[in-house]
């Protein structure tokens, strides 16, 4: 799992695009997270710019329990949510990256919300984990 200062990615392989979102989407549900939205990026630029654009999408993941007590430290850290998590073809093949919270987080100046992101963060890298 590679780091990028702000997430962390992965490539994935052996899997269909589909499988892949899938694979996500599993991952992250036995992490206690569901996906509240799911933006197709290719099928928005073709629509609305006729741009040919890889597949790419973006999952809204939310951890109820989490975003709760994000919520409850800081009312207006919902700014910073839900966590993201894209599922893209790139050069090398399918990659997955997530947004880390103990990145995102630290834009709040709020002590409170440390352990919530610590917690969020160490559920999204072991949904990383759970990809291979």
Do not use: W
């Not at 996500?24 to 509240?36: K, M, N, P, R």
Request: net charge negative.
């Amino acid at each position: 799992m590679a780091g990028l200062g702000y997430g962390y990615e992965k490539h994935l392989v052996g899997m269909t695009f589909e499988q892949a979102v899938e694979s996500v989407t599993t991952a992250l549900q036995e992490e206690g997270f569901g996906v509240l939205t799911v933006i197709d990026v290719k099928d928005t630029l073709k629509r609305k710019l006729d741009v040919d654009f890889r597949r790419y999408v973006i999952l809204g993941a939310c951890n109820p329990v989490l975003a709760e007590r994000a919520l409850e430290a800081e009312p207006q850290v919902g700014l910073l949510l839900p966590c993201n998590v894209v599922v893209q073809e790139a050069e090398r093949g399918l990659m997955v990256s997530i947004l880390a919270p103990k990145a995102m987080f630290r834009v709040v100046e709020n002590p409170a919300l440390a352990e919530v992101a610590e917690e969020a963060d160490e559920r999204l890298q072991r949904v990383m984990d759970a990809l291979g």
